[in-house]
């Protein structure tokens, strides 16, 4: 069985673009993959974070990954921290990894051009995003496009690193959610739906929202003045955007979408785009309550302890090859 190795970063609540574009295929992957799944919390601390909104958003996180159907007996979902092997594993990544390779990157350019003071963190966290990804030997990595990029940088250090010191690593391939990898602010459809949307209130429908705070950011939605429902992402970005999370909540093809609402009005497609998006979080908020505290911390136990072998395989391994290891 091929393996997906993917992270989740929670700096902010989970939601409807995270749904669609990660937990969503996720969870579809399960019965063709041996998927894992870890909490990318390291990641979390690379921009300043309140601990205690942290620690809420880690929690809702797995909460959510659950309610949505990742079964732990089928998968592997981890606690990036709970597996001591991947930092150690980063810092070695970053030492193989040239400066003029990180200065490429287009999310840390991003930053750094808002003139923020970044850490140094932030700026290697590509590094330590190969470890998260070689460590596995696997051979998918499910991402958001956003993250492509930082796939390739994993794969540039494995083939590096295999060419150097003998094959090692798998060459990992990024795989983009198809429908629905890019969802985005109901509010200004030109940008990615995101938690750091200045907008966040109003383009972002959250897992967590109430189901009538969902439904009114639904039916405010910026559209066109165009007047038909039709996937047309240059003119009616909006109309395209509403078709896309409409389409991926159904699982139908965009076509179909547009065929169901050919002689809809906006008013109507927008309701029926709310009521896909309201029998979702009402589901998931509902299943999300329903885990006890014990029940979270044998899922994450035994996440961990499925990982770890490999890790430290793969961790002794690398630190042979490069001439670190003493102790056999
Ligand atoms: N950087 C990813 C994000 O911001 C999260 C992440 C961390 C990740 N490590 C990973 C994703 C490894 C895939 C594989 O969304």
Wanted: charged share 25%.
């Amino acid at each position: 069985m091929k393996k997906m190795i993917s992270g989740i970063k929670p700096t902010g609540q989970l939601h409807l673009g995270n749904y669609i574009g990660a937990l969503q295929p996720f969870v579809q992957s399960q019965e063709e993959f041996d998927v894992n799944v870890f909490i990318a919390n390291l990641h979390c601390i690379t921009m300043p974070i309140d601990p205690e909104e942290l620690q809420t958003n880690l929690r809702d996180a797995l909460r959510f990954y659950l309610a949505v159907g990742l079964d732990p007996k089928k998968s592997t979902i981890f606690l990036q921290t709970d597996v001591h092997e991947i930092a150690q594993l980063g810092f070695i990544m970053s030492c193989l990894t040239p400066m003029g390779e990180l200065n490429r990157m287009t999310q840390y350019k991003d930053k750094k051009d808002t003139g923020i003071s970044l850490s140094s963190g932030f700026y290697t966290y590509p590094t330590l995003m190969t470890a998260d990804i070689l460590i596995h030997k696997a051979q998918y990595v499910p991402v958001g496009d956003d993250q492509k990029q930082h796939v390739e940088l994993a794969r540039n250090t494995a083939e590096r690193f295999n060419n150097r010191f003998g094959d090692t690593f798998v060459v990992p391939e990024p795989v983009i959610a198809k429908v629905g990898s890019r969802i985005m602010s109901l509010s200004d459809p030109s940008k990615k739906m995101s938690k750091s949307d200045k907008d966040g209130e109003k383009g972002v429908v959250y897992l967590k929202d109430t189901l009538k705070v969902a439904r009114k950011k639904i039916m405010s939605a910026v559209t066109d003045s165009i007047g038909i429902v039709q996937y047309d992402v240059e003119n009616q970005p909006g109309i395209a955007n509403l078709l896309t999370i409409y389409a991926a909540l159904k699982k139908i093809s965009i076509p179909e979408a547009v065929s169901e609402f050919k002689d809809v009005q906006y008013g109507g497609f927008k309701k029926a785009v709310a009521d896909e998006v309201c029998a979702l979080l009402e589901v998931l908020q509902e299943k999300h309550q329903s885990y006890d505290e014990a029940y979270i911390e044998s899922v994450l136990q035994e996440g961990a302890d499925k990982v770890r072998p490999t890790a430290q395989a793969v961790l002794k391994e690398v630190q042979e090859k490069l001439g670190m290891e003493i102790l056999k």
